[in-house]
């Protein structure tokens, strides 16, 4: 880590950051010169700064504040290291870290040690999960009353509407997806392809797949910051929330999964399209536990605008092989690349919950060798089948009540994600919908 910083003399500040339930970046500003030791030692911030709400503010019953005298946990670098901050002026390195109790033992509140708990259970039972996530966001201006695609760049004009896997869109913020991909490439993330989206503004990058879950849900968590943090420099908004705009579709965040053998097979792969008794095994865990797991893939109360019926969002419980309108799709292609598409949360999502819920929900088919029940054909949202919780709250209690959570989860890490829920409800009521609009078009 610190060699990083030796080829890097220009950089005077850094940041050190980890990842809150709701995904901000929690942390501090520290002079280059003091790096060494935060390498060496890590640094401190409380229990309860993981557990702030979407304003940053307290959980007023939680008993990681008063009750406990708001102590402290220890915070260490991850295996990471130091990045650079592409979307900042002056050079700066950001150094992720990740909560540990004093006596080095993962702080069960961290995000980031919920999905590291779900990969270690695969890894004892000799299996590797394999994940991919796509990324949805519109570009957005946001500097009048209304929100606006921006003009181009390149013709200083707005396009009136969508333009779907177009060349000319991508082409409109060229220099915008340059410098994206230059920094994600500074930064280690392994951005793939990018596409314009069914919205106005609205692009898809996929990041690419690989058996490290960890560096997928990092690259995932970094790029949501980079394209925020870089779009602003172009003088627009780059946003991830659910569903900005009435009228057109939401942002979504797909995870694609398989799982391997400690020798590198496809465990989903059976030589042809229908995939392994394995793969089954796994889309009747994502089944089951998907009531309890909509929280994490719904977060906020603006998530439930995007999840209504025939508006490219799931809203039933089902499973198909090649088809866009199931909760879980499975998609054709080589079978040497047999995966699960999950296609339920948007992309206001925190990475770290989100892929732990969904790697957590089909270990749990695959322990219990659960048995999914016949894939749906034609329109998923023309069939009666199970549906979704469809509000915040209901999905809320349906979270914790649910026992499939339960298995995936800490019991402290699902009481402080209840508890700032819980809070968050009761505060969003207080909001006119512009000034919700306002809180999750940056922070998400």
Not at 40 to 55: A, Q
Not at 115 to 126: D, Y
Not at 194 to 215: C, M, P, R, T, W
């Amino acid at each position: 880590m610190r060699d990083w910083l030796r080829h890097h003399p220009d950089v005077k500040t850094i940041r050190v950051a980890a990842a809150d339930l709701n995904g901000q970046a929690r942390g501090k500003r520290v002079p280059v010169r003091f790096a060494d030791k935060i390498v060496k030692e890590g640094t401190r911030f409380p229990y309860s700064v993981l557990n702030l709400d979407i304003w940053g503010e307290d959980i007023e019953d939680s008993p990681l504040v008063f009750e406990s005298g708001d102590v402290d946990g220890v915070l260490k670098p991850t295996e990471r290291g130091f990045l650079p901050m592409p979307w900042l002026e002056a050079p700066t390195a950001l150094l992720p870290l990740w909560m540990f109790h004093e006596n080095g033992t993962p702080y069960e509140g961290d995000p980031r040690h919920a999905l590291a708990r779900v990969v270690q259970k695969f890894h004892a039972l000799g299996l590797r999960p394999v994940c991919a996530t796509e990324l949805e966001f519109y570009l957005i201006d946001d500097s009048g009353r209304e929100l606006r695609v921006p003009p181009s760049p390149r013709s200083g004009k707005r396009r009136p509407g969508a333009d779907t896997l177009a060349l000319r869109a991508l082409d409109a913020f060229d220099n915008f997806f340059t410098d994206l991909y230059n920094a994600c490439e500074e930064m280690d993330i392994d951005a793939d392809t990018a596409i314009s989206e069914a919205g106005i503004g609205q692009f898809e990058i996929n990041l690419l797949h690989s058996d490290d879950v960890l560096k997928v849900a990092d690259d995932t968590w970094l790029f949501k910051m980079l394209a925020r943090g870089l779009a602003r420099r172009h003088g627009f908004a780059a946003s991830f929330m659910a569903k900005p705009y009435d009228n057109w579709p939401g942002n979504g965040m797909h995870m694609h999964f398989s799982v391997t053998d400690s020798e590198g097979r496809n465990l989903f792969d059976d030589g042809g399209a229908k995939g392994t008794d394995l793969l089954r095994q796994a889309v009747a865990g994502c089944m089951k536990a998907m009531p309890g797991s909509v929280l994490l893939l719904a977060p906020h109360a603006n998530s439930y605008e995007r999840m209504v019926p025939g508006a490219h969002a799931p809203t039933g419980i089902s499973w198909a092989y090649e088809n866009r309108t199931s909760a879980l799709r499975i998609p054709s292609g080589s079978h040497k690349a047999r995966r699960i598409e999950h296609r339920v949360a948007g992309g206001d999502i925190n990475p770290y919950l989100m892929m732990a819920a969904v790697l957590g929900s089909a270990l749990i088919g695959i322990e219990d060798k659960l048995t999914p029940p016949q894939p749906i054909t034609g329109n998923a949202y023309g069939l009666d089948l199970p549906q979704l919780p469809v509000t915040w709250q209901d999905a809320v209690d349906t979270f914790e009540a649910s026992p499939e959570m339960a298995r995936i989860f800490a019991p402290q890490m699902i009481d402080n994600l209840v508890r700032t829920k819980r809070q968050e409800i009761r505060y969003m009521a207080e909001l006119s919908p512009e000034e919700a609009l306002e809180l999750y078009l940056d922070t998400v």
